[in-house]
């Protein structure tokens, strides 16, 4: 099956810094890539998504990179800002109904 | 429109105990599924519905049950709770499982197991 890796676990960043968030799949078949953020005790909520025949896509101080060939993709929050501070999760999905996540990356933006 | 709701919020079970998480949604979304979240795990799939009548398992099925009968309705039921099992519990639906439909969550379920 899929297996989704994702780094660093924990990142801090300076308020109006950028974060890079990395995650890399095992199944050449996915097609598909969307980005979650989980705020403290809240549920996660998609922020970005991308699929394989495209190499990077923006939203506003937010966008995602996807190299098919080295499989990893990338998120990427410029200008970031205190209520960036959250969990972010990356996902996979191999061309199918099932989306594999992964491990996540807390995020911290000190002020 | 409410979107996914998760009942309960909270749980604490003895070892051996049985209950019902229960997820429903009023989207008309056909894909229904349940993760499981902990630490420095992400979040894992228990089991997924592509469809009223039709479930399938994903990375983590054993001890859990799932049925779909109406495309609202998506319980997931411990047959004997183990302390293993203490989690947080996430449900969520979208519109197809067809690749590129986001998924919505549910508030999740926190459940202890002692």
């Known amino acids: 099956g899929e297996n989704v890796e994702q780094h660093p676990s924990t990142l801090s960043v300076q308020e109006g810094d950028s974060a890079v968030i990395k995650c890399t799949y095992s199944d050449s078949a996915s097609n598909y890539f969307p980005w979650y953020k989980q705020e403290l005790g809240k549920r996660p909520q998609l922020i970005i998504d991308?699929?394989?025949?495209?190499g990077e896509k923006k939203d506003q101080r937010i966008a995602v990179t996807l190299n098919k060939t080295a499989k990893h993709f990338s998120l990427h929050i410029t200008e970031t800002q205190p209520e960036d501070s959250a969990v972010y999760f990356c996902?996979?999905?191999?061309?199918?109904?099932?989306?594999?996540f992964g491990t996540g990356t807390r995020l911290t933006i000190i002020p | 429109n409410a979107g996914v709701t998760q009942t309960p919020k909270f749980q604490v079970l003895k070892t051996g105990q049985s209950m019902t998480l229960q997820c429903a949604q009023d989207m008309n979304h056909e894909y229904m599924s349940w993760y499981r979240q902990d630490p420095g795990m992400g979040l894992r799939l228990i089991h997924y519905?592509?469809?009223?009548?039709?479930?399938d398992q994903g990375e983590v099925p054993n001890g859990y049950n799932v049925s779909r009968s109406t495309t609202e309705d998506f319980p997931l039921r411990l047959l004997s709770a183990a302390p293993s099992q203490t989690s947080v519990y996430f449900c969520?639906?979208?519109?197809?499982?067809?690749?590129?439909?986001?998924?919505?969550f549910g508030q999740g379920t926190r459940l202890t197991v002692v």
């Open positions: 519905s592509v469809g009223a009548g039709i479930t």
């Open positions: 991308i699929r394989s025949n495209v």
């Open positions: 969520a639906s979208s519109y197809s499982g067809e690749p590129g439909w986001e998924a919505f």
């Open positions: 996902a996979a999905n191999a061309g199918n109904e099932k989306l594999t």
